[in-house]
């Protein structure tokens, strides 16, 4: 191999790359955030005992479980609009979609975090006499946000790995600005490597703080 | 014992069930049971596994919703089934929150300290001070010997130990009854005792108390009266002494023999 290395012309140009990274790093809090309060309302409705409430939650779980992402994305961008009859700007579009599918896996985790405490401790709570809200209030929310938490934390990083699919809407973050500049300098190997290795600095610490959690968790 | 369901609120009995049914679908738990606690006194329960003690007590606290029957707690007078009148919500946890219930797996609250399971009640469900229900907390800890305890938290206790912190939760209520649902079965046999002397107290103390139990010897020590149960129904009732010491019926004699050591102990020391 006599590849020369070359990051010069790569890196010609930081404050496109600090873009990208505000760009990744915005969507990947917004979406989160958003992502979990959908998921905390949806997750405690979903143990209401009236099917009308629950069956159209189930519905909007699975449609977004169990299809990919990328055909979300695109979805959001090119069909909704047919549907809406004005088209939604890419960056709202591509935001729809992350923001639902978070909150399709939040609404999971709330719901088992939820369930997952037993039977004995809601009985408990009703012995001394509490409401249903005291009872969430009190003992059972306090006990399963510890729970969530681990699996919130994994699914964040999921999330803002998954902002680089908003590369096929045009959405400059760093997956896109990625495609552009080794577009520009025909280096895709330097370009695709200072990509992944800024996806790794983000995202390591995040798997550290995570086990971290899951230790604490264990206790 | 019975009671019957038009009683006045003030003269009859402090608790009274009166023809109590509990179905899980099929399944029959409670058939027909009609009992009466006067204030002050002890009644337990005695009977096989799934005779159906433990369903009387979760009906009797609302934690399970009677098929038919009557319930009455103070004045309140609870009619079940077809035209029955219920409760829900607000009322339905100011009923429970007068009646105490400690559980077989103590179910304390794991993340709080033991003086906060024990503020839990009065602070959140009461409104009461916070300072006021920690002096009530720290005092009724006493009672149940846990003074030094309020500061740890339910998973470096005992058995025996957090069984008591769950006795002083549910006093901390000031209940006017006292549900026991088997609250030693889940011990190891050292720690039974420590237990049952809390609960020996509450007897000498005056609170009126239902007792699901395994441990015959005690049920003969603290029992006013003793129900024993079958098959969903009452078999046999009457002062601990007579229906422990000299059953009449055929089923209670078969089930006393097999806690054969602690009847004859009961019979040595009657």
């Not at chain 1, 005992?49 to 977004?64: G, K, M, Q, S």
């Not at chain 1, 609009?81 to 978070?102: D, E, R």
């Not at chain 1, 994994?154 to 902002?163: A, D, E, G, P, V």
């Not at chain 2, 799934?50 to 098929?67: F, N, Q, V, Y």
């Amino acid at each position: 191999m006599h590849y020369h290395w070359d990051l010069s012309m790569v890196l010609a140009d930081p404050s496109r790359w600090w873009s990208a990274v505000g760009v990744t790093l915005l969507y990947s809090f917004a979406t989160v955030a958003v992502g979990i309060v959908i998921g905390a309302v949806c997750g405690l409705a979903l143990l209401s005992r009236r099917r009308w409430v629950t069956l159209p939650l189930e519905a909007y779980v699975e449609v977004f479980r169990c299809t990919p992402l990328l055909v979300q994305i695109v979805w959001f961008y090119y069909a909704l609009p047919i549907l809406l009859n004005f088209s939604l700007p890419a960056w709202l579009a591509a935001g729809l979609g992350l923001t639902l599918y978070m909150g399709a896996f939040c609404t999971e985790i709330f719901r088992a975090g939820v369930i997952s405490i037993g039977r004995g401790q809601w009985q408990a709570g009703r012995a001394l006499g509490m409401t249903q809200i005291q009872l969430m209030r009190r003992i059972v929310l306090p006990q399963a946000v510890r729970r969530m938490v681990p699996p919130l934390v994994n699914q964040s990083i999921t999330q803002l790995k998954n902002t680089a699919l908003l590369y096929v809407v045009a959405v400059p973050d760093l997956m896109y600005t990625g495609s552009i500049v080794t577009a520009e300098t025909y280096r895709p190997l330097e370009v695709y490597t200072s990509v992944a290795a800024m996806y790794f600095i983000m995202l390591y610490p995040m798997t550290l703080l995570a086990k971290r959690l899951e230790v604490r968790v264990d206790q | 014992m019975t009671s019957d369901s038009n009683a006045p609120p003030n003269g009859g009995p402090m608790i009274a069930v009166a023809d109590l049914v509990k179905h899980y679908g099929q399944v029959e738990a409670v058939r027909g049971v009609s009992l009466g606690v006067e204030r002050g006194e002890v009644v337990v329960l005695i009977g096989p596994s799934g005779c159906g003690k433990s369903t009387i007590l979760r009906c009797i606290h609302l934690l399970e919703e009677p098929t038919s029957g009557m319930i009455r707690v103070g004045s309140e007078q609870l009619t079940f089934g077809r035209g029955g009148r219920s409760l829900k919500g607000r009322r339905l946890a100011e009923y429970r929150s007068r009646i105490g219930m400690v559980f077989q797996q103590f179910e304390l609250f794991p993340h709080m300290t033991v003086l906060q399971n024990v503020m839990e009640g009065p602070v959140t469900v009461k409104r009461m001070d916070r300072r006021a229900a920690a002096d009530l907390g720290r005092a009724l800890l006493a009672k149940v010997g846990l003074s030094g305890k309020e500061d740890s938290y339910p998973n470096q206790l005992s058995g025996g130990q957090a069984q008591r912190v769950a006795i002083a939760r549910a006093l901390v209520m000031e209940p006017e009854v006292m549900l026991f649902d088997e609250v030693t079965s889940a011990l190891d046999p050292e720690l039974v005792g420590e237990v049952l002397a809390v609960m020996r107290q509450l007897a000498e103390d005056g609170t009126t108390m239902i007792v699901v139990t395994h441990e015959i010897s005690f049920a003969h020590d603290i029992a006013d009266h003793v129900l024993f149960m079958d098959g969903g129904q009452v078999a046999e009732h009457g002062p601990a002494a007579e229906v422990l010491v000299h059953p009449t019926n055929p089923r209670t004699r078969a089930f006393l023999s097999r806690f054969h050591g602690t009847a004859a102990a009961v019979r040595v020391a009657g």
